[in-house]
T-cell receptor, first 111, second 115 residues
Framework: TQLLEQSPQFLSIQEGENLTVYCNSSSVFSSLQWYRQEPGEGPVLLVTVVTGGEVKKLKRLTFQFGDARKDSSLHITAAQPGDTGLYLCAGGKGGSEKLVFGKGTKLTVNP | NAGVMQNPRHLVRRRGQEARLRCSPVKGHSHVYWYRQLPEEGLKFMVYLQKENIIDESGMPKERFSAEFPKEGPSILRIQQVVRGDSAAYFC?????????????FGPGTRLTVL
């Protein structure tokens, strides 16, 4: 069973601070997805990374896929209360296959 | 959520009843996946279907659970004789027929409560 470990599990910061959350595995994935989920809703796709070492930016969010395609990080610059949510990483093995999810990082950004 | 529709959003059943959860994928998507999320847990894969075919049901409990994706109409996840442990959020995801990566788009989920 491929496992994705996310850290930290909980993170509470003040508006304007920077943060990084991590997604690690001992398995190689062909792609990594990051989702954000709000209470009572489904996961919303933020980004997909597929190439080892790839870096993608989405406004204040920076996503990186590890060189060996076993890990990924999400960095948020100048966090805002609207960034509050559960951040999930999910790994895919290629083709039409299931995603393996981490348990998520619950981020709270206080005004 | 890229147009994946799920209904009902909330479902309450008593032990022993049947639960039917429906999922309409994004228009043009032919791959449907069902996941279950328990409190404080990540999403767990249950089943992967294409039109009229079950491709991978390795995450589906062997008893009481079944899924279908007919040629016409939504995908259905059916839970017979529900028990309290079935209480969870059930999410459907879809993806297009041909794709280079594993991106899946999720619906808002059905929250099942078993009394």
């Amino acid at each position: 069973t491929q496992l994705l470990e996310q850290s930290p599990q909980f993170l509470s910061i003040q508006e304007g601070e920077n943060l990084t959350v991590y997604c690690n595995s001992s398995s190689v994935f062909s792609s990594l997805q990051w989702y954000r989920q709000e209470p009572g809703e489904g996961p919303v796709l933020l980004v997909t990374v597929v190439t080892g070492g790839e870096v993608k930016k989405l406004k204040r969010l920076t996503f990186q896929f590890g060189d060996a395609r076993k890990d990924s990080s999400l960095h948020i610059t100048a966090a805002q209360p609207g960034d509050t949510g559960l951040y999930l990483c999910a790994g895919g093995k290629g083709g039409s296959e299931k995603l393996v999810f981490g348990k998520g990082t619950k981020l709270t950004v206080n005004p | 959520n890229a147009g994946v529709m799920q209904n009902p959003r909330h479902l309450v059943r008593r032990r022993g009843q049947e639960a039917r959860l429906r999922c309409s994928p994004v228009k043009g998507h032919s791959h449907v996946y069902w996941y279950r999320q328990l409190p404080e847990e990540g999403l767990k894969f249950m089943v992967y279907l294409q039109k009229e075919n079950i491709i991978d049901e390795s995450g589906m409990p062997k008893e009481r659970f079944s899924a279908e994706f007919p040629k016409e109409g939504p995908s259905i996840l059916r839970i017979q004789q529900v028990v309290r442990g079935d209480s969870a959020a059930y999410f459907c995801a879809s993806s297009p027929p041909s794709r280079a990566v594993d991106t899946q788009y999720f619906g808002p989920g059905t929250r099942l409560t078993v009394l």
